[in-house]
C-alpha cells in the first residue's frame, strides 16, 4: 500500500534555484493538492487538481507552478527557489466522494 | 477572511479525561465538509474524522466523534478517555463544494498536551 509518495524528503536549494516536488499516488484519485506548512502554522493551500490536465491556484500560489499530465502524478515546480520557501510542503490526494485526504509525508525544503 | 478558526493555540488534558478542540467555520456553500487530522511530532497528518454539511447525525470514529453544530457554523472534535499518544497538534479543515473537486482548507492547528 504506497499511498501517497513524496520526493525528496529533505531537500537544501540556493537561492534563485529550481527544482521539482515529486508527488505520486496509487489510489486513482482525482484529487490532488499541494500544502506549504510553515513553523507553528496550519497547511496553506498552494495548487490543486481536480483531474488530469486540470489545475487551479490555492491560497498561496505564487512562485510555484504545477501540472497533471496523469491521474497518477503531481509535480510541484519551484521556479526561482527564494527563502521565504523554506517551509515542509504536503501532497495530498481525495477518494472520489472527497470525504477523506490521504497525505505523503512531506518534503522538508530550506532555501538558503 | 479567515475561514477555520482555531482559537485554542494550546490544550492541556489529562490522561483518561475528555477534551473539545474547537473549531468554526465561514463558508456560503450549502455542501460542504469538515475534516479533522492529527499531526503527531514525527510529522505525518493523519486522518481522524469526517462529517458532511448533510449529514444528520454527528460523526463518531472510536475515541473521536464530532460535535456538529451547522446554526453556529462550529464543528467541535470530542476526544474521549485521552491517551499520552494522543499528544500532538491537531487540525480542523473544511472542503467546500462537492466530491473531491473543491479546496480544502485548514485551520492554524491546537496543540494538545496529554498529562500522566
Known amino acids: 500500500n504506497a499511498g501517497v509518495t513524496q520526493t525528496p524528503k529533505f531537500q537544501v536549494l540556493k537561492t534563485g534555484q529550481s527544482m521539482t516536488l515529486q508527488c505520486a499516488q496509487d489510489?486513482?484519485?482525482?484529487?490532488m493538492s499541494w500544502y506549504r506548512q510553515d513553523p507553528g502554522m496550519g497547511l496553506r493551500l498552494i495548487h490543486y487538481?481536480?483531474?488530469?490536465?486540470?489545475?487551479d491556484q490555492g491560497e498561496v500560489p505564487n512562485g510555484y507552478n504545477v501540472s497533471r499530465s496523469t491521474t497518477e502524478d503531481f509535480p510541484l515546480r519551484l521556479l526561482s527557489a527564494a527563502p521565504s520557501q523554506t517551509s515542509v510542503y504536503f501532497c495530498?490526494?481525495?477518494?472520489?466522494?472527497?470525504?477523506?485526504?490521504?497525505f505523503g509525508q512531506g518534503t522538508r525544503l530550506t532555501v538558503v | 477572511a479567515q475561514k477555520i478558526t482555531q482559537t485554542q493555540p494550546g490544550m492541556f488534558v489529562q490522561e483518561k479525561e475528555a477534551v473539545t478542540l474547537d473549531c468554526t467555520y465561514d463558508?456560503?456553500?450549502?455542501?460542504?465538509?469538515l475534516f479533522w487530522y492529527k499531526q503527531p511530532s514525527s510529522g505525518e497528518m493523519i486522518f481522524l474524522i469526517y462529517?458532511?454539511?448533510?449529514?444528520?447525525q454527528n460523526a463518531t470514529e472510536g475515541r473521536y466523534s464530532l460535535n456538529f453544530q451547522k446554526a453556529r457554523k462550529s464543528a467541535n472534535l470530542v476526544i474521549s478517555a485521552s491517551q499520552l499518544g494522543d499528544s500532538a497538534m491537531y487540525f480542523c479543515?473544511?472542503?467546500?463544494?462537492?466530491?473531491?473537486?473543491?479546496?480544502?482548507?485548514f485551520g492554524a492547528g491546537t496543540r494538545l498536551f496529554v498529562k500522566a
Open positions: 489510489m486513482n484519485h482525482e484529487y
Open positions: 487538481s481536480v483531474g488530469a490536465g486540470i489545475t
Open positions: 495530498a490526494s481525495s477518494t472520489p466522494q472527497g470525504t477523506e485526504a490521504f
Open positions: 463558508t456560503s456553500d450549502p455542501s460542504y465538509g
Open positions: 462529517q458532511g454539511s448533510y449529514d444528520q
Open positions: 479543515a473544511m472542503r467546500e463544494g462537492q466530491g473531491g473537486g473543491f479546496k480544502t482548507i
